[in-house]
């Protein structure tokens, strides 16, 4: 049963567009919830994280926002660039086990120039 | 310092053999996970080192998975008899610690395919 889910699996942007990846999770026991961006031939790398004790968090062009009644939280990019173009996950954690991830099976974003 | 560094980038290998890879952390790092990402995947957690305790093996798929952490610092995952089904990228992670707010980098992965 998968923890995390994750849409679209791809996504076609504009370059000044906004790019936004939904997730949806079950177990209300998890209490941290980041995005991860992956390019080509690399490892993830964390991008933005968010904790349920607050509903949107904000760094640069990209914005986490969390509805803790609907189990749901998304990733907002804001004026996508091209450099933008990548795989991303969302992922979500509990308790001590702070980095043991269930991870959404990713959205592939690309964004045209 | 370096990030955390896998071997082999590339495995090849054929049904049935045995595989090791290879995973050094972030120096002073004392958590090591390994996840699998198998094509058009997310991330699957397989295990989970934290200093001298008892790894948390809960998410390797058989019995013909096993990893060991030597020393507190290198890591390998080792696959019996591989099948098919093992195709994937095998990525390995560290933090500081396995504790909050500790953020975890992962290396960029070994790609396995089983011919």
């Known amino acids: 049963q998968q923890q995390v889910k994750q849409s679209p699996q791809s996504l076609i942007v504009q370059k000044g567009g906004i790019s936004i990846i939904n997730c949806a999770y079950e177990?209300?026991?998890?209490?941290?919830f980041p995005w991860y961006q992956q390019f080509p031939g690399k490892g993830p790398a964390l991008l933005i994280a968010?904790?349920?004790?607050?509903s949107e968090k904000k760094e640069g062009r990209f914005t986490i926002s969390f509805n803790k009644s609907a189990k749901q939280f998304s990733l907002h990019i804001m004026d996508s660039q091209p450099g933008d173009s990548a795989t991303y996950f969302c992922?979500?954690?509990?308790?001590?086990?702070?980095?043991?991830?269930?991870f959404g099976s990713g959205t592939k974003l690309n964004v045209k120039p | 310092g370096a990030g955390v560094s896998q071997s082999p980038s590339n495995k090849v290998t054929e049904k049935g053999k045995d595989v090791e890879l290879r995973c050094d952390p972030i120096s002073g790092h004392t958590a090591l996970y390994w996840y699998r990402q198998s094509l058009g995947q997310g991330l699957e957690f397989l295990i989970y080192?934290?200093?001298?305790?008892?790894?948390?093996k809960s998410g390797l798929p058989s019995d013909r998975f096993s990893a060991e952490r030597t020393g507190g610092s290198v890591s390998t995952l080792t696959i019996q008899r591989t099948q098919q089904e093992d195709s994937a990228v095998y990525l390995c992670a560290s933090s500081l610690e396995g504790g909050r707010s500790t953020e975890a980098f992962f290396g960029q992965g070994t790609r396995l395919t089983v011919v």
């Open positions: 080192f934290q200093g001298n305790s008892a790894p948390d």
């Open positions: 968010i904790r349920p004790d607050v």
């Open positions: 992922a979500a954690s509990r308790g001590h086990n702070f980095n043991k991830f269930y």
């Open positions: 177990n209300t026991a998890f209490d941290y």
